[in-house]
Every structure is written in C-alpha cells, then in structure tokens.
C-alpha cells in the first residue's frame, strides 16, 4: 500500500513569486491535513481538508490556501512569498473512522525562498 | 484547546545508555496521546500511542511511553539507546474526531558512540 506521497520534494522560488504543492493521500484515506515545519516554531498547524471541504484552518494569513479534489488528493498554495515562508511542509492523511487522530505523513517539500 | 510541553529541546546521550525525552499535555477534555519520530530528511512516522486501556505502550524498537493522567505526562523511554535512534521525537496530543492534532516543539536525541 503506497504511502503519503508529496510532490515536489524541493523547490526553490523568490521572494513574491507564488507556489503549489501536491499531496496524494493513502488510499481510502479522505482526510488531509498540512503542517509547516521550521526550526524556530516546530510543527504550526496550517488547515485539514475532509471531502473537498476545509474542516479546520491554522492561524496563517491568507496567502495561504488549500483544497481538496474528488479524489481527495490535496494542494496547497502559497502566494506572495516571503523570506519567512522557507520550511518544510508537511501533508498527512488519515484513515477514515480512525477516531484518534493518527496521521500518515508524507516526506514533505522543503521550499526555499530567496 | 489543547497543549504540549517538550522541555528539553536536545538529548545528547551514550550510545547503549537509557534515555526518557519528556512530554506534558495540558486539555480540558480526553485526548489520544502520540509520540511520533522524525529522521533527517523525512517526514514523521508514528512510533507509539496511547487510546486507551493499559497506561504502559511499547514500540517495535524497543522505546515505551507511560500515560500519567494525574500528572498530563506521556515521557518517552528506551533502557539502551543506539546510534540509529538518533533523530527529533515529537509528542502530540489529539481530542480525536476531526480535532486538529496538537504537537510539541520536539527533541532531538543525538546518541553518541
């Protein structure tokens, strides 16, 4: 059984420009959820996708946005993108009337913002 | 809401020592209690959990973590580290349902031959 798979793995943009990244979650898996990961705040809770529909959103602005397709495949999009924005993003998935909360991870995009 | 406590940032220990990485979780309601661990370049893989039952939870490698419900702990052990081992451990706590998953800052153990 195939993994969380995150597309890309590394990518490399300046600062203004705007990026999408990809997550394919495990198979019969419907939610998806997105964390950025850096060294000086941990893990920060971005939102949490559920049948196409955003269930839970982090305390991020705006530039930041989500969704979610038919095939509960998730992206996520970050525009106008500043210096600060350089992290790891993290996409999980969790396996449906899993009612603790156990998440799946993929191996992230570790985005770089000059 | 709910929160974690990581104290200890980095654990530097001998390899074939034993190791305890602290966690304590505050919440106003049950939660599901998590250790996730985290290798260079990867993203995180569940290393053991706590639902419920028996308050004692062993991993395949050989770390166990105690909940301590009078106490909101979840401190994760292991009686004889290796040098594998050495990576960020994360503690998470979780209301279940569609709550979002809460994490600590994370620690990373470095194990020293």
């Known amino acids: 059984k195939a993994g969380v798979t995150q597309t890309p793995r590394y990518l490399i943009k300046t600062r203004g420009q705007q990026v999408t990244l990809s997550c394919s979650p495990i198979?019969?898996?419907?939610?998806v959820s997105w964390y950025q990961q850096t060294p000086g705040q941990g893990l920060q809770f971005l939102f949490e996708?559920?049948?196409?529909?955003?269930?839970n959103k982090g305390n991020f602005p705006g530039r930041f946005s989500g969704r979610q397709f038919s095939n509960s495949r998730s992206e996520m999009n970050v525009s106008t993108l500043e210096l600060g924005d350089s992290a790891l993003y993290l996409c999980?998935?969790?396996?449906?009337?899993?009612?603790?909360?156990?998440?799946?991870f993929g191996e992230g995009s570790r985005l770089t913002v000059l | 809401a709910q929160s974690v406590t990581q104290l200890d940032s980095q654990v530097p220990v001998f390899e074939e020592a034993p190791v305890e990485l602290r966690c304590n979780y505050s919440?106003?309601?049950?939660?599901?209690l998590f250790w996730y661990v985290q290798y260079p370049n990867q993203g995180l893989q569940l290393l053991l959990k706590?639902?419920?039952?028996?308050?004692l939870v062993e991993s395949i490698n050989g770390f166990e973590a105690e909940f301590n419900k009078s106490q909101t702990s979840f401190h994760l052990r292991k009686p004889s580290v290796h040098i594998s081992d050495t990576a960020e451990y994360f503690c998470?706590?979780?209301?279940?349902?569609?709550?979002?998953?809460?994490f600590g800052t994370g620690t990373k153990l470095q194990v020293i031959p």
């Open positions: 999980a998935s969790t396996h449906p009337g899993q009612g603790s909360g156990e998440l799946f």
């Open positions: 198979s019969g898996h419907r939610s």
């Open positions: 996708y559920f049948s196409e529909t955003q269930r």
């Open positions: 919440s106003s309601v049950s939660v599901y």
């Open positions: 706590y639902l419920s039952g028996s308050t």
């Open positions: 998470a706590v979780s209301p279940g349902g569609y709550q979002k998953v809460t």
